[in-house]
């Protein structure tokens, strides 16, 4: 079966870094886009970023562009989302998606906290 494990998540002081990770099964990984979201509390779940099959190309939602990268290793079957300069509006968990023959995958999610 499918499955999403999310790793690298923590507590980061307002500027700091952090590195997330998803490891991905169950399906043949390097066919398919994958995404990271984040649902901040009481928010609605949000696209943060998604990188192609081959990781050719990659889009950002607005609020992260220049500070975060995504990119998946294929030989691996991992995608990870590098986070920089990281702000207290960064907060929420954040989930790796995929979309392997039209049915919607999520991993339990990681938990990011931005606070000094």
């Known amino acids: 079966q499918v499955q999403l494990v999310e790793s690298g998540g923590g507590l980061v002081q307002p500027g700091g870094s952090l590195r997330l990770s998803c490891a991905a099964s169950?399906?043949?990984?390097?066919?398919?886009?994958m995404s990271w979201y984040r649902q901040a509390p009481g928010k609605e779940r949000e696209l943060v970023a998604i990188?192609?099959?081959?990781?050719?190309?990659?889009n950002y939602v607005d609020s992260v562009k220049g500070r975060f990268t995504i990119s998946r290793d294929n030989a691996k079957n991992t995608v990870a989302l590098q986070m920089n300069s990281l702000k207290p509006e960064d907060t929420a968990v954040y989930y790796c998606?995929?979309?392997?023959?039209?049915?919607?995958?999520w991993g339990q999610g990681t938990q990011v906290t931005v606070s000094s």
């Open positions: 990188i192609t099959s081959t990781g050719g190309s990659t």
């Open positions: 998606k995929a979309r392997p023959w039209g049915q919607t995958y």
């Open positions: 169950g399906f043949t990984f390097s066919n398919y886009a």
